[in-house]
């Protein structure tokens, strides 16, 4: 009589087998799942500049011909996804839509590089693009999601490291040159002040001196003419 709870021989097969197959099953998900996908949440652009969108991979299986580069955008108001650039062995850019010969290639799948460039972004442009890359046997991924904001420029002034230290050397050489001029223009003002006092008091006692010197002058002409008087009188007994 057999007893209660005792497996039997398809039982104890049973349980041989299980562990094996828990085991292919974890190594089939890991395979799966080799390919890695990286690429930047939330990208930045302005209206009519160049903006990249960066998209790298990870494979276990060595790249070969047969891999896949997809890029899949879904606009901001939503809607469905539309396929706007398609790489395999060489770039296929869509040849219909919005992004019509705006989307180039820039990446290198021989280093594991599947971006884009897109030309000449429009404000209508915002919108949610995804990366998907398949390389067989490895075609399961996860799904990284790319959100483009494109906004005007406009009058924003960006300072960099450069332009900073500029700044900071010619700021206050350019202060110390100001206020030696300042100094400088009160300075000849002052001078200029004084010298219009000093001409107007000049005038005057030149005005004064003249006379004072034309008088001297002609008493000593009158001096001189009495003495030559005097010495030819001396001199006529001779």
């Given at each position: 009589m057999r007893r209660r709870g005792a497996a039997g021989p398809g039982g104890r097969l049973l349980l041989f087998l299980l562990p094996r197959g828990a085991l292919l099953l974890l190594l089939g998900v890991c395979n799966a799942l080799s390919l890695e996908i990286k690429a930047s949440p939330k990208v930045r652009a302005y209206v009519g500049e160049q903006v990249l969108l960066k998209c790298s991979f990870k494979s276990s299986s060595p790249i070969t011909e047969s891999l896949l580069v997809d890029w899949t955008y879904r606009p901001l108001s939503g809607g469905q996804m539309e396929t706007v650039f398609h790489y395999q062995s060489i770039p296929h850019p869509t040849t219909a839509g919005k992004f019509k010969d705006r989307i180039s290639w820039v990446g290198n799948v021989a280093n594991g590089d599947a971006s884009i460039a897109i030309q000449s972004p429009e404000l209508s442009d915002n919108g949610t693009f995804i990366c998907s890359v398949k390389n067989p046997p490895d075609v399961y991924h996860n799904i990284p999601q790319t959100v483009l904001v494109?906004?005007?420029?406009?009058?924003?002034?960006?300072?960099?490291?450069?332009?900073?230290?500029?700044?900071?050397?010619?700021?206050?050489?350019?202060?110390?040159?100001?206020?030696?001029?300042?100094?400088?223009?009160?300075?000849?003002?002052?001078?200029?002040?004084?010298?219009?006092?000093?001409?107007?008091?000049?005038?005057?006692?030149?005005?004064?001196?003249?006379?004072?010197?034309?008088?001297?002058?002609?008493?000593?002409?009158?001096?001189?003419?009495?003495?030559?008087?005097?010495?030819?009188?001396?001199?006529?007994?001779?």
């Open positions: 494109v906004t005007e420029r406009g009058l924003t002034f960006q300072l960099t490291s450069a332009a900073l230290l500029s700044i900071l050397v010619f700021l206050p050489s350019a202060l110390v040159v100001i206020l030696l001029l300042v100094r400088m223009g009160r300075k000849f003002r002052a001078l200029k002040e004084k010298g219009k006092c000093g001409y107007k008091k000049s005038s005057i006692e030149v005005s004064d001196e003249p006379e004072h010197t034309d008088t001297a002058g002609c008493g000593g002409k009158i001096k001189e003419w009495c003495l030559n008087c005097v010495d030819t009188d001396e001199e006529d007994p001779y």
